[in-house]
């Protein structure tokens, strides 16, 4: 369960079942006060962190100890109606180390993308989704 409580204007605190709390807020456009993430950002937010939690999983497996950093951007293009949902959501990761095994890591982000990433899944019902990685030494 998460609870959404009002803070003001248009700002909201959200407090997850595990008791972390995010706030979030609307732009200056609409009363924001820049108090926080936008709504659609945090959905971009779980994306990252879900892919991103698969893909250092199963790379900590099969070469441990050989990723030094894994970084996602995640870039995406909205419709310019009303609601203003994803169009389009690209997922770049940056997998850092010496010596890393490329198949592995495009293994590890189609697997993520394509298989256990619940967020990416759920999304690709009504986004174009893409996924591409870059190997950068440590």
């Known amino acids: 369960m998460v609870k959404v409580c009002w803070k003001g204007g248009v700002a909201f605190e959200a407090e997850t079942s595990t008791g972390h709390k995010v706030m979030m807020d609307g732009s200056p456009e609409i009363g924001g006060q820049n108090l926080g993430a936008r709504p659609m950002e945090m959905v971009l937010v779980g994306l990252g962190g879900c892919t991103s939690i698969d893909v250092i999983t199963m790379l900590e497996k099969m070469m441990p ?67 591409d990685y870059e190997i950068i030494p440590a």
Not at 69 to 96: G, L, N, S
């Open 65 to 131: 100890g050989q990723v030094k950093d894994c970084q996602v951007e995640i870039t995406a293009e909205r419709a310019d109606a009303v609601p203003a949902v994803f169009t389009q959501i690209h997922v770049h990761f940056k997998i850092f180390g010496d010596d890393l095994n490329e198949k592995k890591v495009a293994r590890a982000v189609n697997l993520s993308a394509e298989k256990y990433c619940s967020v990416s899944k759920m999304l690709e019902k009504s986004v174009e989704m893409s996924h």
